[in-house]
């Protein structure tokens, strides 16, 4: 459905009388499949905004290619806006018309006639419960109702590949699970959901696939099961004090189950292992063998923010 | 065709959005008519005019070509707005036509322009002035065009500029030369040899006097098609450059 090759974008800023350039999208190459919620994770301006302006046609690439929903986005861009619709992470909805307005006008701009238009705003505000508020001025929605109306906006011409920055940014954790559902349900209706989010649990939860994206690349892609798995399977965090860490290190590095070992500095193990749930039996039973003191153990499953961690070095909640 | 229904899509959207706006109207139709009323009687004693209607038919044509040309320059402002909003990315990643998204805002602004100046034409009839309703139609016409180009020239240097402390300093600065040089407030038949030789380049001064002619019931004066001329080419250049700014600007 989306495909691209080496596709690159750097901005020129000035300041001051220095001209710097930052390349903000350094050649990234992407394949979504139809039907699928595709996500691009990454930390602040690691380009995904970017990236979607470029495939919604809003910014001519620098180099590279790309085809969106089966038209060349460098040859045939009108084609492409036909095909899509493209929800930005700032908003696009006017202060001083109400959500009906906005719908009927966008199905209008999309070519499609006045009756149809009328019916289609109707199902979408049906759709995403803004029935009650369809006529009220947009600047008097809170933030999580005006961006229903925005998602809404992108869909109503009901595209082949729908783009949403950054869908859930600003909203309660109530209406975070709504538009999820309402994301899923367009999956069901057919549709392509390539979304864009910094929120791990979102990109665990919601994607089908995700990519994700640091500083201009993308450093992994696939299911998040296949990328958590991709990276060392469960860590067992053993507590000790920090005499006997040495000596249980010992012990426990020529344990068959353990693949990696790592002091943690303050005193205690890290053991990287297959299975958490059955290592953590024998862990026990061999420290305590060797009458070594256990003041704690825990099991941690990789989660996308350790798949972040290995690929970048950087943790994505500190950047 | 695409492009006229597109442009009407814009332009009933931007018309209903302005008459929703009561504050708006009653400001433009407010200023004129303070302009006619307050100032204009100054101006058969200034001007040395035989009677109160000659002094309009020099003044009025002159206050509308004035609220054509900054009723246009002024329109970039409420673009920026929009392009803040996101409203323009929004139509920008639809399939619209690009001239549309033009077209559809300025003739809004010409529309409202051709009605600012038919309720001070009706006013100016209740202070004795006479126009042949055809040569009023023809200055009508020259007002639409200079509307149309100032607002297309000021939405495209607000795609450009895309912040209102940049857009304000530059129309005051365009617009002041412009309006001092056009003899839109007094004939620049009073002004010495070199200030009507500057005044011969800008296209306003030609515009300005071609209204006055048809006001004066004077077809037959060249002014009139040569002002209706430039800003006629004026008018297309500016909008073919504006267009260009909504098809390719970002942000
Ligand atoms: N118009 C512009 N001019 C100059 N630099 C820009 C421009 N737009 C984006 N950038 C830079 O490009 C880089 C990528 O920005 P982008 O908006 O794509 O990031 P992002 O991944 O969407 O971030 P966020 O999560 O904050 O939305 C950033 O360093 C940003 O400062
Ligand atoms: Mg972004």
């Given at each position: 459905?989306?495909?691209?090759?080496?596709?690159?974008?750097?901005?020129?800023?000035?300041?001051?009388?220095?001209?710097?350039?930052?390349?903000a999208v350094r050649g990234v190459d992407l394949d979504v499949a139809a039907g699928e919620i595709f996500g691009f994770l990454g930390p602040n301006g690691a380009g995904k905004t970017t990236t979607l302006r470029m495939l919604a046609t809003l910014i001519e690439p620098d180099g590279g290619e790309a085809a969106v929903a089966g038209a060349d986005l460098r040859k045939d861009p009108a084609e492409v806006r036909r095909r899509i619709g493209y929800v930005a992470q700032g908003g696009s909805t006017w202060d001083e018309s109400s959500a009906r307005e906005e719908l009927v006008l966008q199905a209008r701009l999309y070519g499609i006639g006045k009756a149809d238009a009328h019916r289609r705003a109707e199902r979408a505000l049906e759709a995403f419960q803004l029935v009650e508020y369809a006529d009220r001025k947009c600047k008097t929605y809170s933030g999580g109702q005006r961006r229903r109306v925005e998602i809404a906006l992108g869909i109503i011409h009901e595209p082949k590949i729908v783009f949403l920055d950054e869908p859930t940014t600003g909203l309660d954790p109530q209406s975070r699970a709504h538009m999820w559902d309402e994301i899923r349900?367009?999956?069901?209706?057919?549709m392509t959901v390539f979304i864009t989010t910094h929120y791990l649990d979102e990109a665990d939860a919601l994607c089908d696939r995700i990519a994700i994206m640091d500083h201009g690349e993308v450093v992994a892609e696939g299911t998040p099961a296949e990328l958590k798995r991709e990276i060392s399977g469960e860590v067992v965090i053993v507590g000790l004090d920090a005499p006997s860490t040495p000596r249980a290190a010992e012990l426990l590095d020529t344990e068959a189950y353990v693949s990696k070992l790592e002091t943690v500095?303050?005193?205690g193990l890290r053991l990287y292992v297959d299975e958490g749930a059955t290592a953590i039996p024998q862990v026990l039973r061999r420290l305590d063998h060797a009458g070594?003191?256990?003041?704690?153990?825990?099991?941690?499953?990789?989660?996308?923010?350790?798949?972040?961690?290995?690929?970048?070095?950087r943790s994505l909640r500190e950047s | 065709m695409k492009l006229a229904r597109d442009t009407w899509l814009i332009f009933q959207r931007q018309t209903q959005l302005l008459l929703r706006n009561p504050v708006w109207i009653f400001v433009g139709v407010f200023q004129p008519v303070m302009y006619l009323l307050l100032f204009a009687p100054l101006l058969k004693p200034a001007l040395n005019a035989p009677t109160q209607?000659?002094?309009?038919?020099?003044?009025?044509?002159?206050?509308?070509?004035?609220?054509?040309?900054?009723?246009?320059?002024f329109q970039g402002f409420g673009l920026i707005a929009e392009l803040r909003a996101g409203v323009?990315?929004?139509?920008?990643?639809?399939?619209?036509?690009?001239?549309?998204?033009?077209?559809?805002?300025?003739?809004?602004?010409?529309?409202?322009?051709?009605?600012?100046?038919?309720?001070?034409?009706?006013?100016?009839?209740?202070?004795?002035?006479?126009?042949?309703?055809?040569y009023l139609l023809l200055a009508y016409l020259m007002l639409a065009l200079i509307a149309l180009m100032t607002s297309a020239v000021s939405y495209g240097i607000a795609l450009k500029v895309k912040s209102e402390d940049a857009l304000a300093p530059l129309m005051n600065t365009v617009a002041q030369p412009v309006l001092l040089l056009s003899g839109i407030l007094l004939p620049l038949t009073f002004a010495p040899g070199w200030l009507q030789g500057v005044?011969?380049?800008?296209?306003?001064?030609?515009?300005?006097?071609?209204t006055r002619a048809l006001f004066n019931g004077d077809l037959g004066n060249d002014r009139v098609w040569q002002g209706l001329g430039i800003i006629a080419v004026l008018a297309a250049a500016g909008v073919f450059w504006a267009a260009r700014q909504f098809a390719r600007s970002v942000r």
């Amino acid at each position: 459905m989306i495909e691209t090759r080496g596709l690159r974008k750097s901005y020129r800023s000035r300041a001051g009388r220095e001209t710097k350039t930052v390349d903000a999208v350094r050649g990234v190459d992407l394949d979504v499949a139809a039907g699928e919620i595709f996500g691009f994770l990454g930390p602040n301006g690691a380009g995904k905004t970017t990236t979607l302006r470029m495939l919604a046609t809003l910014i001519e690439p620098d180099g590279g290619e790309a085809a969106v929903a089966g038209a060349d986005l460098r040859k045939d861009p009108a084609e492409v806006r036909r095909r899509i619709g493209y929800v930005a992470q700032g908003g696009s909805t006017w202060d001083e018309s109400s959500a009906r307005e906005e719908l009927v006008l966008q199905a209008r701009l999309y070519g499609i006639g006045k009756a149809d238009a009328h019916r289609r705003a109707e199902r979408a505000l049906e759709a995403f419960q803004l029935v009650e508020y369809a006529d009220r001025k947009c600047k008097t929605y809170s933030g999580g109702q005006r961006r229903r109306v925005e998602i809404a906006l992108g869909i109503i011409h009901e595209p082949k590949i729908v783009f949403l920055d950054e869908p859930t940014t600003g909203l309660d954790p109530q209406s975070r699970a709504h538009m999820w559902d309402e994301i899923r349900r367009l999956r069901t209706e057919g549709m392509t959901v390539f979304i864009t989010t910094h929120y791990l649990d979102e990109a665990d939860a919601l994607c089908d696939r995700i990519a994700i994206m640091d500083h201009g690349e993308v450093v992994a892609e696939g299911t998040p099961a296949e990328l958590k798995r991709e990276i060392s399977g469960e860590v067992v965090i053993v507590g000790l004090d920090a005499p006997s860490t040495p000596r249980a290190a010992e012990l426990l590095d020529t344990e068959a189950y353990v693949s990696k070992l790592e002091t943690v500095d303050e005193g205690g193990l890290r053991l990287y292992v297959d299975e958490g749930a059955t290592a953590i039996p024998q862990v026990l039973r061999r420290l305590d063998h060797a009458g070594l003191d256990l003041r704690s153990i825990e099991l941690h499953r990789p989660s996308l923010d350790d798949v972040f961690l290995t690929k970048t070095g950087r943790s994505l909640r500190e950047s | 065709m695409k492009l006229a229904r597109d442009t009407w899509l814009i332009f009933q959207r931007q018309t209903q959005l302005l008459l929703r706006n009561p504050v708006w109207i009653f400001v433009g139709v407010f200023q004129p008519v303070m302009y006619l009323l307050l100032f204009a009687p100054l101006l058969k004693p200034a001007l040395n005019a035989p009677t109160q209607a000659a002094a309009y038919k020099i003044f009025v044509p002159g206050l509308l070509v004035l609220l054509a040309i900054f009723g246009g320059l002024f329109q970039g402002f409420g673009l920026i707005a929009e392009l803040r909003a996101g409203v323009i990315e929004r139509s920008r990643v639809t399939p619209v036509s690009r001239l549309a998204l033009l077209l559809g805002r300025s003739l809004r602004d010409v529309v409202s322009l051709i009605a600012q100046a038919i309720i001070i034409t009706l006013l100016a009839l209740a202070f004795d002035l006479r126009v042949f309703i055809g040569y009023l139609l023809l200055a009508y016409l020259m007002l639409a065009l200079i509307a149309l180009m100032t607002s297309a020239v000021s939405y495209g240097i607000a795609l450009k500029v895309k912040s209102e402390d940049a857009l304000a300093p530059l129309m005051n600065t365009v617009a002041q030369p412009v309006l001092l040089l056009s003899g839109i407030l007094l004939p620049l038949t009073f002004a010495p040899g070199w200030l009507q030789g500057v005044a011969k380049w800008n296209p306003f001064s030609w515009a300005v006097e071609g209204t006055r002619a048809l006001f004066n019931g004077d077809l037959g004066n060249d002014r009139v098609w040569q002002g209706l001329g430039i800003i006629a080419v004026l008018a297309a250049a500016g909008v073919f450059w504006a267009a260009r700014q909504f098809a390719r600007s970002v942000r």
